[in-house]
């Protein structure tokens, strides 16, 4: 079953309302969040230590009541330490599988950019397919398998870079600020005067969902209309990203499909029952920001992801 719009609606003021127990500010963040939820894909986080992006992970978990699994990511991890590996039982004679963190709901990739391509590269097949293969055997993850992601910006030391392939695969690449001054105030007050670490439960952040109540979201998706100028204007986008005289890696396919399927999840957050212009240019930069890779030319320039997106998003003829 699939609920209605005003049923989606309500469950998402309710998660939100839960998240902002635990998390001040980043009001749009969680927006994003909840867009990324409802669409069925993966968010990576990014912003300088210290910025609150485990915690926001954390308390987004703790609200939707799902299976939590977390990784931290290491230098010397490897691909078994995330799938699992098939260990000999000499009591019985034969492998059992001993499953990894990544057999959950919602994992939190923590500091995903510490480990080696090698073992990114582990998480490819389960966020592509929700499955994973070990030995040979297929083995199938949840269908509600989520993974929230954080990194370091590129900038800061004993970081590798995330292969184009595996970016790909996140929906969103979402830049975590530091907050405003009367924020930051408010921080200080509410953790200032608490001990060691917190948990989002202590700061009275309770499950208002399960696996059930997503799926049924999910499927509300399918009540909401792209039009086929909607699509030819998100076709538009994304190949004008490899025609950029500035940009030597343009999106691809999956872009844009990712980017009509999240524009729709912002129609049904918003109570419509159809994909307008501004939702496509909302998420444009959220989208292809992570995709698109500057030309040697453009480096040296100095240009700025965000801002060519902008452009291409003002170039770019939408629908009236």
């Known amino acids: ?91 019985t004679s034969q492998f059992t599988l001993t499953r990894g963190p990544i057999f959950c709901e919602l994992l939190l990739g923590d500091e995903i950019n510490r480990t080696p391509p090698k073992t990114q590269a582990a ?52 830049l ?42 999910s499927r509300a998706l399918d009540e909401i209309t792209v039009a086929e100028e909607i699509t030819h204007y998100v076709v538009r986008l994304v190949r004008a990203t490899r025609d950029h005289a500035d940009l030597s890696v343009g999106a691809s396919p999956r872009a844009a499909v990712m980017l009509a399927n999240a524009a729709r999840a912002r129609a ?3 109570g419509r029952n159809y994909v307008i212009p501004d939702d496509v240019k909302a998420l444009a930069i959220p989208v292809l920001r992570h995709r698109l890779t500057l030309s040697p030319a453009a480096e040296i320039e100095g240009r700025d992801i965000e801002a060519l997106v902008a452009e291409l998003v003002e170039s770019t003829e939408a629908p009236r």
């Open 1 to 91: 079953m699939s609920m209605s719009l005003d049923e989606l609606r309500v469950l998402a003021e309710a998660i939100r309302t839960e998240v902002s127990k635990a998390i001040v500010g980043q009001n749009e963040m969680i927006d994003q969040l909840l867009v990324a939820l409802i669409s069925e894909g993966h968010v990576l986080l990014e912003g300088p230590p210290g910025t609150a992006k485990t915690f926001l992970a954390n308390s987004f978990a703790a609200a939707l009541g799902l299976g939590f699994g977390r990784i931290q990511f290491t230098p010397d991890l490897l691909p078994g330490d995330i799938l699992g590996s098939n260990l000999f039982n000499f009591q």
């Open 123 to 174: 998480l490819l097949e389960a966020m592509q397919e929700r499955r994973v293969t070990l030995d040979g055997e297929t083995h199938e993850l949840p269908s509600r398998f989520m993974v929230i992601a954080t990194q370091n910006p590129i900038e800061n030391q004993g970081v590798y870079p995330l292969p184009e392939a595996q970016l790909d695969r996140f929906l969103f690449k979402l």
């Open 176 to 217: 975590v600020p530091y907050p405003g001054e009367s924020e930051e105030a408010r921080i200080v007050e509410e953790f200032g005067k608490r001990q060691g670490p917190q948990q989002p439960a202590e700061l009275g952040v309770t499950a208002v969902a399960n696996a059930e109540t997503l799926e049924a979201a």
């Open 268 to 270: 049904a957050l918003a």
